[in-house]
T-cell receptor
Framework: GAVVSQHPSRVICKSGTSVKIECRSL??????MFWYRQFPKQSLMLMAT?????????EQGVEKDKFLINHASLTLSTLTVTSAHPEDSSFYIC????????????FGSGTRLTVV | DQQVKQNSPSLSVQEGRISILNCDYT??????FLWYKKYPAEGPTFLIS?????DKNEDGRFTVFLNKSAKHLSLHIVPSQPGDSAVYFC???????????FGKGTRLHILP
């Protein structure tokens, strides 16, 4: 079945540095990738939608310059947290929507970011 | 290989009846299970969870049952309401909560 590989699974970085999170669709082409952030009450907040070949669509309240999203190819989408702060510490997860090959949503395994 | 499986892509249930959404998992190390609900164009929202030390957790119209021996959990919604029409995701996490593994989702249609 469809698989989205997300790396790294855990990362600790210093304040002010940048961290890149990658999501790769391994056996299918994902023209769209959703990026979520999980908050303490366990809801996943949609941050942005990346689209191959065009600019990402950001949800209201999400800083575009801070959370850089790039959909470089049909199999790779990246989220870069720039100038990270401790409040950016969270669980980030990507998801590819259903395609012709895959009836359901496919989630990455998530990235636990800790900013110290 | 999928560690969390939702084998029914969709389910239709009459309004007022019980909706039962099923989920199977393969990793016996999972110790926490969650259900999320997703409307179109929105992110999934948390519904209910259950720890592996329990076999049932209830919250209003929603009840989750866990059968560890069968590695199976189910979400019961009763009575089903039109607003329950959405995609439901089953998810699981391990002891260190390093990652959450999601199923592919089941689309629930509540029929009038």
């Amino acid at each position: 079945g469809a698989v989205v590989s997300q790396h790294p699974s855990r990362v600790i970085c210093k304040s002010g540095t940048s961290v890149k999170i990658e999501c790769r669709s391994l056996d299918f082409q994902a023209t769209t990738m959703f990026w979520y952030r999980q908050f303490p009450k366990q809801s996943l907040m949609l941050m942005a939608t990346s689209n191959e070949g065009s600019k990402a669509t950001y949800e209201q309240g999400v800083e575009k310059d801070k959370f850089l999203i790039n959909h470089a190819s049909l199999t790779l989408s990246t989220l870069t947290v720039t100038s990270a702060h401790p409040e950016d510490s969270s669980f980030y997860i990507c998801s590819a929507p259903p395609t012709g090959y895959n009836y359901g949503y496919t989630f990455g395994s998530g990235t636990r970011l800790t900013v110290v | 290989d999928q560690q969390v499986k939702q084998n029914s892509p969709s389910l239709s249930v009459q309004e007022g009846r019980i909706s039962i959404l099923n989920c199977d998992y393969t990793n016996s190390m999972f110790d926490y299970f969650l259900w999320y609900k997703k409307y179109p164009a929105e992110g999934p929202t948390f519904l209910i969870s259950i720890s592996s030390i329990k076999d049932k957790n209830e919250d209003g119209r929603f009840t989750v049952f866990l059968n560890k021996s069968a590695k199976h959990l189910s979400l019961h919604i009763v009575p089903s309401q039109p607003g329950d029409s959405a995609v439901y995701f089953c998810a699981a996490s391990g002891p260190r909560d390093d990652k959450i593994i999601f199923g592919k989702g089941t689309r629930l249609h509540i029929l009038p």
